[in-house]
Nanobody
Framework: QVRLVQSGGGLVQAGGSLRLSCTTS????????MNWYRQAPGNQRDLVAR???????NYIDSVAGRFSITRNNARNILYLQMNNLESEDTAVYYC?????????WGPGTHVTVSS
């Protein structure tokens, strides 16, 4: 059974930092591409950052240089370090992967940035 369990998030002032974690089980973590998405109120769920199994990463333009996606393959944990947060980063953040063609999602964690 594939499980993604998230932690982190919360309320922070603009310019502050937060770190999100996503602990996975049920998959061979190190061979899977892992993603962070976010969904702001009234908006669709959008990709924020991606960590490919080959070690490469990419980010949407609005977070590049501020966010960092990393992974600990020994502990099956995906991270999203978010620095210099802006009010526009306020959203529910989800970790995501695919297994046997099906998407799997974490439960989501709220990030609120006050200006």
């Amino acid at each position: 059974q594939v499980r993604l369990v998230q932690s982190g998030g919360g309320l922070v002032q603009a310019g502050g930092s937060l770190r999100l974690s996503c602990t996975t089980s049920g998959i061979n973590f190190k061979i899977h591409t892992m993603n962070w998405y976010r969904q702001a109120p009234g908006n669709q769920r959008d990709l924020v950052a991606r960590f490919f199994s080959n070690g490469t990463t990419n980010y949407i333009d609005s977070v590049a240089g501020r966010f960092s996606i990393t992974r600990n393959n020994a502990r099956n944990i995906l991270y999203l370090q978010m620095n210099n947060l802006e009010s526009e980063d306020t959203a529910v953040y989800y970790c995501n992967t695919h297994y046997k063609g099906a998407p799997y999602w974490g439960p989501g964690t709220h990030v609120t940035v006050s200006s």
